[in-house]
């Protein structure tokens, strides 16, 4: 039930953050809720292995940046997940 609501409240925060990004997140739920999920066990990771997730993450924004999503949602995002973890 909490891990329903956190995966929820992640996107609610982000879209009152950056009502820009909802542009760019139109999957389903269902992948939704997978990625709150991995950003929270990636979060878990940087305390276990903080070298690997620095390459981790640096590859991750590198993808996104690909992708063409706009660098300034990045903080917003990273900012809703703050606030609900």
Known sequence: QALVVLRREV???FFALAPAGQEFFKQSTT???FLAVKVLAM???MYKEPRRMVLDI???GLRHVGYGIPTDLF???VTACVQVV
């Open 43 to 45: 979060t878990l990771d």
């Open 75 to 77: 903080g917003p995002y």
């Open 11 to 13: 996107y609610t925060k």
């Open 58 to 60: 640096s590859a991750l």
């Open 31 to 33: 992948r939704l809720h």
